[in-house]
């Protein structure tokens, strides 16, 4: 997208949504960005094991109201949070206090460090996603700042760049070593389709998701996870040592000849995480496949074997997720469910018959409650577009 004539599109049913929410501060605002959340189908934790994932962008998401000062201050307000970012533009940026503007603050500094002068600006950020609840809001909060950057200076990035830019800020500012898959899908999203992103290679292809009879359903359990809580990292460590005692450069290249040979010299706690990442690879490839016969059940198994995987072999569910996944077994109209995102807490994901969602969703919202005392919060979705720019004056 170029910014240098900023596009006059047509806002989103979210952007309604949102616009209608926000606050009277974000009157004088030269132009809004929306950027969307994102929900992985299928292909967990195999990104920064250079494999496949298969995520959807979401109606749902993060949104700017930016008005540009005639200073070198970026003052990033968050109307849910009531917090205040400060950032000095004309001085390198630390990680700050508050702990969604690490977010904002590493990819103001990584454009700084590419040598673009920001002009100063004040965004009012306003969201429909819930925090730390695996839909990426730390990703769509990336992007949407990166957007609003490169509107200010009506320059871009190429779109690559752009999205591994944000995941370095995440790195280094949030301290999450995340992989590629939150910023490429939120960058790369199609609307009603998914995207097949080869991790390796960064290649990419759209894959079709507008069927007439097939709804995606987001069911978050309510317990909030926390990648930098050391979990995550821990995970991409083990599977580190475990490529390099199997002497390959990523687990993507572990063969079953390879696996055969020399799997079981492996201690057991790897060779789990090895199992996990490379079922869950051919996991991947074959939803693809059957999304492309139309065969819901078949897809659905995988999603239900995925998540056996997750919670047995790379132990990173938890309760209420197989909760929700052992109910989804039972509702009728459910093809297949799994947790999504990091884990450890957060959304489950299912795919269910368009026909019979909203008993399916009734069925969810009564059962887990029942089970657990939480009331789950829950949503359809459609696979959305990427990132968006409207002037508004
Ligand atoms: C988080 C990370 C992603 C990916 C998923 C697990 O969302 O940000 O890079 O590793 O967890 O699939």
Redesign the pocket.
């Known amino acids: 997208m170029k910014y240098g004539t900023p596009p006059r599109q047509k806002p989103t049913p979210l952007m309604n949504l949102i616009s209608a929410l926000a606050p009277a501060s974000v009157t004088g605002a030269d132009f809004q960005v929306s950027a969307p959340g994102r929900v ?1 189908l299928i ?6 094991n250079q494999g496949w ?1 298969l995520p959807i962008a979401i109606e749902r998401g993060i949104q700017m109201h930016v008005r540009r000062r005639s200073d070198r201050l970026a003052l990033l307000r968050s109307q849910s949070q009531k917090e205040s970012v400060r950032v000095d533009l004309a001085s390198p940026i630390h990680p700050g206090l508050i702990p969604w503007g690490r977010y904002a603050e590493g990819v103001l500094s990584e454009y700084l460090k590419l040598g673009w002068k920001i002009p100063g600006f004040e965004a009012d950020i306003t969201a429909d996603l819930p925090a730390g609840g ?1 839909l ?1 809001s730390s ?1 769509a909060l990336e992007i949407a700042t990166a957007t609003a950057i490169e509107a200010l200076c009506q320059r871009t990035l190429p779109a690559v760049d752009r999205a591994l830019l944000c995941q370095r800020a ?1 790195q280094e500012f949030a301290g ?1 070593p ?5 910023q490429f899908a939120i960058t790369f999203a199609r609307t009603d389709q998914a995207l097949l992103l080869d991790c390796n290679s960064q290649q990419m292809t759209h894959v079709e998701l507008n069927s007439a009879s097939l709804a995606i359903l987001v069911v978050n359990s309510g317990v909030k996870h926390a ?1 930098a809580d050391g979990e ?1 990292a821990k995970r991409r460590a083990e599977c580190a040592a475990a490529a390099s005692w199997l002497e390959v450069a990523s687990l993507r290249d572990v063969s079953s000849s390879l696996w055969q040979t020399k799997g079981s010299s492996l201690p057991e706690l790897l060779q789990s995480r090895v199992k996990h990442v490379v079922s869950e690879n051919e996991r991947t490839l074959r939803f693809v496949a059957a999304l492309k016969n139309s065969d819901w059940e078949g897809a659905g198994r995988l999603m239900y074997a995925s998540h056996e995987s997750l919670a047995a072999d790379y132990q990173v569910s938890c309760p209420e997720l197989d909760t929700l996944v052992e109910l989804a077994r039972r509702i009728p109209g459910v093809y297949g469910c799994r947790m999504t ?3 450890f807490g957060g959304c489950v994901v299912a795919l269910i018959e368009k026909s019979q969602s909203e008993a399916a969703m009734e069925e969810f919202e009564q059962r887990y409650k029942k089970a657990t005392s939480i009331a789950p919060a829950l949503f359809l979705t459609r696979a959305a577009a990427g990132p968006e720019v409207s002037p508004l004056r």
């Open positions: 992985n292909g967990e934790h195999t990104d920064y994932v695996g990426s990703a995440e999450v995340c992989g590629i898959m939150d990648l995550y995102g990091g884990g």
